[in-house]
């Protein structure tokens, strides 16, 4: 199993800031999936609030994150959103009592084909995380030849959402990640504080690129 390397919310704003992600839009996509699923009503299928959450928090995540030239990406049914350069792309999942804290989490559902494989090539280029994550210059970071894929694991209780992003290197006989070589976790979200700005719309104006399965 992969070593974790943990980090302190501090600790993780600073790598956040390498990997481009503001603070900012991991919350408010976190909270638009919160919102989704409170929409729901009795009358909805009992497992539908939980894919709510989550189909809210991708679309969140990526309507953000387009307006810093990042591109939505759905091969094999994975659903993510790809960095600028192309170096890693970011999936989104609920995970968890672990999330945000310091045992290992796992994701909270098994995961496809297609996650697997992503992962595997996260193990294969091991070796160059630890450079990609140096808070370098940018004429001095060095980073992996292919694309590797991070996770935004979340859980939420009655009062707060604990999330992390984190980088996978394995998985589980059910197919869920279960060993990670950065963990950068972040202060949770009070629900009772009062609601951030909205999600740009108009989303169609930008493509995706899917794959069949």
Not at 9 to 37: C, F, T, W, Y
Request: hydrophobic share 35%; with cysteine; glycine share 8%.
């Amino acid at each position: 199993m992969a070593d974790q390397l943990t980090e302190n919310p501090a600790e993780s704003l600073a790598q956040l800031r390498v990997l481009g992600i503001p603070l900012k839009v991991l919350e408010d996509s976190l909270m638009d999936g919160h919102h989704g699923r409170a929409s729901c009503s009795p009358l909805h299928p009992r497992w539908f609030g939980g894919s709510h959450q989550h189909a809210d928090t991708v679309q969140g995540l990526r309507l953000r994150l387009i307006q810093e030239k990042w591109a939505p990406s759905e091969k094999r049914g994975f659903a993510t959103v790809v960095s600028p350069d192309g170096s890693f792309q970011l999936a989104v999942s609920s995970g968890d009592h672990n999330v945000g804290k310091d045992g290992s989490p796992r994701t909270k559902n098994r995961r496809g084909a297609a996650t697997a494989s992503a992962i595997e090539k996260n193990g294969e280029q091991r070796g160059l995380f630890a450079a990609l994550l140096d808070v370098l210059p940018p004429r001095r970071r060095i980073k992996p030849t292919g694309m590797t894929t991070w996770f935004l694991l979340y859980r939420q209780t009655r009062k707060e959402i604990w999330f992390e992003v984190s980088l996978p290197m394995s998985v589980d006989g059910k197919g869920r990640p279960n060993a990670w070589e950065r963990r950068l976790k972040f202060v949770p979200i009070n629900l009772s504080a009062p609601p951030s700005s909205a999600p740009p719309s108009n989303p169609t104006k930008h493509e995706v690129e899917v794959s069949r399965r």
